[in-house]
Structure formats: C-alpha cells, structure tokens
C-alpha cells in the first residue's frame, strides 16, 4: 500500500503554534487475519521527527497500537511563516516527508 | 522514492531512520544514537516489563497531568488520547494500554520549543486501564484511567 501525503494544519496563537498532522498508512498489528486466516504482516510506522524551520521540536516512537492513519496534534513556540516539517519511517523502511508553512 | 535511500533504509528496521536523519543532516551525530532508543520495548507483553525496560523503577501519582480520554470507547480502534503536562522540564511521555498484547503504544519526546501537551489516538483490544507516564527532571509521573472497549480494535 502506497503511503500518501500527509495533511499537516499549522496554525498560530499568540507566540505558539498548533500543529494537527493526519497521516495515511495502515497501522497493520500483526495480529489481524485475512479472511483465508493468514496473518496480514506487520505494517506501521516507527518513528516521527517534526521540525520548525529544520530545528527538531518533537520526536515520537510509535508501535502498532497507534490507531490507523495516525493523527496527532502538538503545539510549539513559533510564528506565522515558519515551515513545519513532518517525517516519518515505518518498519519496512518506507518513509515520506512533508511541509507546510504556518499560517 | 530515491532507489538508493530505500537500500540504506532496508539495511535494518532500527537502522533505518538512523541512516536517513543522519543522510540528510538532521541530526548531529551525539542525537543519532538516542532515536528509537526503546524498540524492545515495544515488543514486551507485560506492562511491568515494559515499565523495566523503560527504566521507570518508581513513579509518582498524579502532579500535574491531565489526560483527556473518553470514559466509554465505541470504537477501539480509534480512542483520543489527549496529555497536559505542567511539569516543570517534561521531557517525553509515554501511553501505555495494560491490556493490549503489546501495553506500550507509543512515546512521544519533547525537544526546545515544543509545548508538552499532545493528542493522538490508539488502539484497544479491549476495555482496560491506559497509562501515562510522564518523564520531568529525569523523574516519572503517572496518570491512569480506565476505558471501557465496547468494540475491540485489534482483532480481525
């Protein structure tokens, strides 16, 4: 399954900013059967690095109970203008970026 | 997607996005090392083992911490999980599902600028207690809730 782009919305409040970042990937566990009761492979992602302006604010580690096309929400020292970026990588070594500039 | 990439990528799942940050300048090499620095964590099935693997021998109840999660869960598959800390010097925070097959869910790490207060969702087999723990000054703290499941997220 291809990964497509993230949406990421930056939004600013007085000196912070708030960051809702939904992600497309199938979070697959592992545990789950397909209906001829083979077990679907294990399929999420690993790791999230977010930055403001390349400088790194937030770092997660993430196994398969976060739920499927993960969202998350964080908030930040930052301004209007400032570029947030958004990665991640997944256990089968897939991964995609993308930014987006606060508005 | 750059062939060459995927090929460093493929080196090793915990490798992986090592290679990447480094490859891209991201990281200076003293943070490399600290990346998913809890992968066998993430694996263990007892949450008191998953507590030892963290290195969390003790912690405090309550501080101030609000976690924000519905009481009843519809849909286990998708539950808000929502974390304020007051704290002064949070550093990272952890959800842990007690009854999930694998409790720990995720660890989220709080770097200069960032606020410690997040949101997410997770996935429930099951009714069970969620941890949150909550990492300040090298101390831990912790706040639970019981959820009720009344359909499982994780089986198929």
Not at chain 2, 2 to 23: E, F, I, W
Request: glycine content about 10%; charged content about 25%; some cysteine.
């Amino acid at each position: 399954m291809a990964a497509g782009p993230m949406r990421i919305r930056a939004s600013v409040s007085g000196d912070e900013i708030n960051v809702r970042v939904l992600m497309a990937h199938p979070m697959e566990t592992g545990q789950r059967k397909d209906p001829s009761g083979n077990v679907i492979e294990a399929h999420y992602i690993t790791d999230v690095v977010a930055t403001i302006n390349d400088k790194i604010v937030l770092t997660a580690e993430w196994g398969p109970a976060v739920s499927t096309n993960p969202y998350f929400e964080f908030n930040a020292k930052g301004k209007a203008g400032d570029t947030v970026k958004v990665k991640w990588v997944d256990n089968k070594g897939e991964s995609r970026e993308d930014s987006v500039q606060v508005k | 997607m750059d062939s060459k990439r995927r090929t460093v990528l493929q080196g090793g799942a915990g490798a992986g996005l090592l290679a990447l940050l480094a490859g891209v300048g991201l990281l200076k090499p003293s943070e490399v090392f600290a990346a998913r620095a809890n992968d066998a964590a993430f694996k263990l099935e007892k949450l008191d083992e998953v507590l030892k693997a963290l290195g969390v021998t003790s912690a405090a109840e309550g501080g101030d911490i609000v976690l924000t999660a519905p009481d009843i869960a519809e849909n286990g598959a998708v539950v808000p999980v929502e974390l304020e800390s007051k704290l002064p010097n949070t550093e990272s925070v952890m959800v842990l599902i007690e009854k999930n097959p694998t409790p720990l869910a995720a660890i989220f790490h709080f770097h200069e600028g960032a606020l410690p207060r997040v949101k997410t969702r997770v996935k429930m087999g099951q009714s069970s207690d969620v941890y949150l723990l909550v990492k300040a000054d090298g101390k831990f703290y912790q706040v639970k809730k019981e959820i009720k499941v009344t359909l499982g997220g994780c089986g198929g």
